[in-house]
């Protein structure tokens, strides 16, 4: 019994200083968790960036959700944000909404909207890898698809 | 129950009143509390679980579900045959009972019981005793509900 405690203790101890070291830690190591707020990621260079913030402030303006990530493409846009967990019954309806509001207001564009953590997750990692350059535009762009892709198999 | 009460003889009656008297009273809302914190625990286990799978794995989170479920079956399985979901069994009532790893629980502890009566007949005959019910009411619940989804669906009401 005693050696089982001990065990219980190192291994929290652990855990606890493990957690404490790394303070410079990346956005997508606690994107799940706490609220990152990435900047919008733009893979297509004839867009102009305050385009895409617009998109991002739109989307951000709706009540019931909060982090909100854009991706600009050449396709299309990916949007994914979370969704505050007293309106989680409403996700389908609020996911609706969007892309009305969304499709009303820029009707020439291809919007892919989703509130799954994982795109969201794959989103923040995107956009770090873009930032820190180890990522070209071309192959940001074919993740994009994918993830668009992936997207659509959920729905 | 009305014929019984008849058949008490005063004495009886006067021990029972006695019995009610020094019987210990069940301690419903500790009960309670112990099956709230550790079914939580329980199930911030299974988010964790889901999260390593959404983080490390190719999976989002409506594909996340099953390995969690997989997962936590599993573990309550080990937990089972080591004799450690026994005990927390003990402590946490229903808070160990209703969340998934109950069932994992019922399928060996009723494998362990019968398994001195061989394996075809013990452990294969009654591996699904207790886990039985649970497996057949939660499929007619889901084909009374997809039926219900169906019909909504074919009315165009959702």
């Given at each position: 019994?005693?050696?089982?405690?001990?065990?219980?203790?190192?291994?929290?101890?652990?855990?606890?200083?493990s957690c404490?070291q790394n303070q410079t830690a990346k956005n997508s190591q606690l994107a799940l968790i706490k609220?990152t707020?990435p900047?919008?990621?733009?893979?297509?260079?004839?867009?102009?960036?305050?385009?895409?913030?617009?998109?991002?402030?739109?989307?951000?303006?709706?009540?019931?959700?909060?982090?909100?990530?854009?991706?600009?493409?050449?396709?299309?846009?990916?949007?994914?944000?979370?969704?505050?967990?007293?309106?989680?019954?409403?996700?389908?309806?609020?996911?609706?909404?969007?892309?009305?509001?969304?499709?009303?207001?820029?009707?020439?564009?291809?919007?892919?909207?989703?509130?799954?953590?994982?795109?969201?997750l794959?989103?923040v990692r995107?956009d770090e890898?873009?930032?820190?350059?180890?990522?070209?535009?071309?192959?940001?762009?074919?993740?994009?698809?994918?993830?668009?892709?992936?997207?659509?198999?959920?729905? | 129950?009305?014929?019984?009460?008849?058949?008490?003889?005063?004495?009886?009656?006067?021990?029972?009143?006695?019995?009610?008297?020094?019987?210990?009273?069940?301690?419903?809302?500790?009960?309670?509390?112990?099956?709230?914190?550790?079914?939580?625990?329980?199930?911030?286990?299974?988010?964790?679980?889901?999260y390593f799978?959404i983080y490390f794995?190719?999976?989002?989170?409506?594909?996340?579900?099953?390995?969690?479920?997989?997962?936590?079956?599993?573990?309550?399985?080990?937990?089972?045959?080591?004799?450690?979901?026994?005990?927390?069994?003990?402590?946490?009532?229903?808070?160990?009972?209703?969340?998934?790893?109950?069932?994992?629980?019922?399928?060996?502890?009723?494998?362990?019981?019968?398994?001195?009566?061989?394996?075809?007949?013990?452990?294969?005959?009654?591996?699904?005793?207790?886990?039985?019910?649970?497996?057949?009411?939660?499929?007619?619940?889901?084909?009374?509900?997809?039926?219900?989804?169906?019909?909504?669906?074919?009315?165009?009401?959702?």
């Amino acid at each position: 019994m005693r050696k089982i405690r001990s065990f219980t203790v190192m291994v929290c101890l652990v855990l606890l200083t493990s957690c404490s070291q790394n303070q410079t830690a990346k956005n997508s190591q606690l994107a799940l968790i706490k609220t990152t707020n990435p900047s919008p990621v733009i893979t297509d260079k004839s867009v102009k960036r305050n385009h895409v913030e617009a998109i991002k402030k739109d989307v951000s303006s709706f009540p019931q959700i909060y982090d909100v990530a854009v991706i600009k493409g050449k396709k299309g846009t990916l949007i994914s944000y979370k969704v505050k967990h007293l309106y989680r019954f409403r996700m389908k309806q609020i996911e609706k909404d969007i892309t009305k509001m969304l499709e009303k207001k820029y009707p020439k564009e291809n919007f892919t909207v989703s509130s799954d953590y994982k795109i969201f997750l794959e989103t923040v990692r995107l956009d770090e890898k873009i930032k820190s350059g180890k990522i070209s535009k071309k192959k940001a762009e074919k993740r994009l698809q994918e993830l668009i892709k992936m997207t659509e198999d959920i729905k | 129950m009305a014929s019984n009460q008849k058949k008490v003889t005063p004495q009886q009656k006067s021990y029972q009143h006695l019995q009610q008297k020094h019987e210990i009273k069940r301690p419903i809302l500790k009960n309670c509390i112990k099956a709230f914190f550790v079914g939580g625990i329980i199930c911030v286990v299974g988010q964790a679980i889901t999260y390593f799978y959404i983080y490390f794995f190719n999976f989002t989170e409506q594909s996340a579900g099953n390995p969690t479920v997989a997962t936590m079956v599993f573990l309550s399985m080990l937990l089972t045959g080591f004799g450690v979901y026994d005990r927390i069994g003990q402590f946490a009532g229903a808070g160990s009972a209703v969340p998934v790893t109950g069932f994992g629980n019922a399928v060996i502890s009723a494998c362990i019981e019968h398994r001195t009566e061989g394996f075809v007949l013990g452990v294969g005959g009654n591996i699904f005793k207790l886990a039985g019910s649970v497996i057949l009411f939660g499929v007619f619940s889901a084909f009374v509900v997809a039926l219900i989804k169906t019909l909504l669906t074919m009315w165009g009401v959702i």
